[in-house]
């Protein structure tokens, strides 16, 4: 009898070892082919995709939305307000002296460093680039209610930024309009309470 039981304990161990062996190899299969497949994603220009697919969405609201306001003001007898600055793009034969940023600002400047607008963080930069915003250019001619999406759509560690004066910001940087845009960095600073 212990014959027996000791040959039917040896069998159950096999078994045991032989499963457990099979299952690994299948689980490491597995996760190699998951591993494949998601490097071979790429999410980046997805959602870039993605978001530009919005940005298209939101365009012809946006001139509706104007529109309207526009007959309304015409309907209340009250002028429109005028429309923004055109967004001039910089002189691209002459870079900004950026020397001269450094002399105004009292830092260290890179040029189309997007981390020198306040609220602008080397994470938000990162998202940025993501969306496509390379340079101060870039960022002046993006609409802020893209950049707000950018950043709801991160996460809500970036959802309490304000990014509703980069693109002026980004404008007086790529214009090279330094104390402009010191100016308003210290009157944003102020009315944040800093």
């Known amino acids: 009898m212990p014959y027996t039981l000791m040959k039917g304990l040896g069998w159950f161990l096999a078994a045991l070892v032989l499963g457990i062996v099979i299952g690994w190899l299948i689980r ?3 996760a190699r082919r998951q ?8 999410v980046d ?36 307000p005028a429309p923004p600055d055109p967004v001039r793009a910089p002189d691209v034969s002459a870079a900004p002296d950026v020397s001269a940023a450094s002399a105004v600002l009292g830092r260290p400047v890179v040029q189309d460093d997007l981390t020198v607008i306040p609220g602008i963080s080397p994470a938000v930069e990162e998202l940025c680039h993501g969306i496509g915003v390379r340079t ?30 980069w693109p002026e910001m980004a404008r007086l940087l790529a214009g090279a309009e330094w104390q402009q ?3 308003l ?5 102020e009315s944040n309470g800093r």
């Open 136 to 165: 101060w250019f870039d960022l002046s001619t993006t609409e802020a209610s893209l950049l707000r999406t950018m950043l709801v759509d991160a996460g809500p560690r970036f959802s309490t930024l304000d990014p509703a004066v």
């Open 45 to 80: 220009a997805v959602e870039l995709e993605r978001l530009r697919g919005r940005i298209a969405n939101l365009e012809p609201v946006v001139a509706e939305r104007d529109q309207l306001r526009a007959e309304l003001d015409a309907g209340r007898g009250t002028a429109p």
């Open 181 to 183: 845009f010191k100016d």
């Open 28 to 30: 490491s299969v597995t």
């Open 35 to 42: 591993v494949a497949k998601a490097r071979a994603q790429q």
């Open 185 to 189: 960095s210290q009157a944003g600073a």
